[in-house]
């Protein structure tokens, strides 16, 4: 859905509110924002689509799945199963039950966030020491230094070898490639500062009917006004 002007906003279907909002802990400096409400549902309505069904048909995506990465994606997820003592439609449920949302500039090397709403406390808990756990035995693996876990801003903080700062406060985890938007966005409170304040955000959500399962929306004007975009 285009608004003319400044913004867009897409709308992928329509579910139940979730109680936690994972775009307060957005900056609202950034260019483009995305949120899946529900993940598991969003993640269901995707595999269980008939397009999906056809797809695994096909010889490149039928190569892909048969590739290494994917047999190693596939063993983790077991792995995480097996933790969580759930198939992976509730584990996603605890994960992230509150939501994902995530945003970012289209320059490279540039800041940008992800933000996963866990069911409570202990399931964020759980998903940061797996997500440290699994990150670091892959990292040893490839002979690199496993993360380091620092506090900062109340937050229990990852610090992944390759720039990735990774921190959990309470049932919110973030994951972001600056370490000071990372700061930027921990000492953000009530959402005061996040993109929630931001007049465009707000007027392009108004487009989309109530409780959107996805929605993904870019600031035009801030697009507009970078050099590689003037140039295009």
Do not use: Y
Request: aromatic letters at 6%; glycine letters at 6%.
């Amino acid at each position: 859905m285009l608004r003319l002007g400044l913004s867009l906003a897409f709308l992928a279907a329509a579910l139940p509110a979730a109680a936690a909002d994972p775009l307060r802990h957005v900056p609202e400096g950034v260019q483009i924002v995305g949120r899946i409400e529900n993940p598991r549902k969003f993640a269901e309505a995707l595999l269980l689509h008939p397009a999906a069904a056809d797809a695994k048909r096909l010889a490149p995506v039928t190569t892909a799945l048969d590739s290494p990465v994917a047999k190693r994606a596939f063993q983790m997820i077991g792995h995480i199963e097996r933790e969580f003592g759930a198939k992976w439609p509730e584990v996603l449920d605890r994960m992230a039950g509150g939501g994902i949302a995530f945003g970012g500039h289209f320059a490279e090397n540039t800041n940008s966030i992800l933000v996963l709403e866990s069911a409570d406390d202990a399931s964020a808990a759980k998903a940061f020491d797996l997500f440290i756990r699994i990150v670091g035995d892959e990292l040893q693996r490839q002979g690199a230094a496993a993360p380091e876990r620092q506090k900062r801003e109340a937050a229990d903080i990852a610090k992944v070898p390759s720039d990735l700062d990774a921190p959990r406060r309470g049932a919110t985890i973030l994951l972001s490639n600056k370490s000071e938007f990372l700061g930027k966005a921990l000492k953000l409170k009530d959402g005061e500062g996040s993109v929630r304040n931001k007049p465009a955000f707000a007027a392009a959500e108004k487009l989309l009917p109530k409780n959107p399962l996805a929605m993904l929306w870019i600031d035009f004007a801030s697009v507009k006004k970078d050099q590689a975009a003037t140039d295009f």
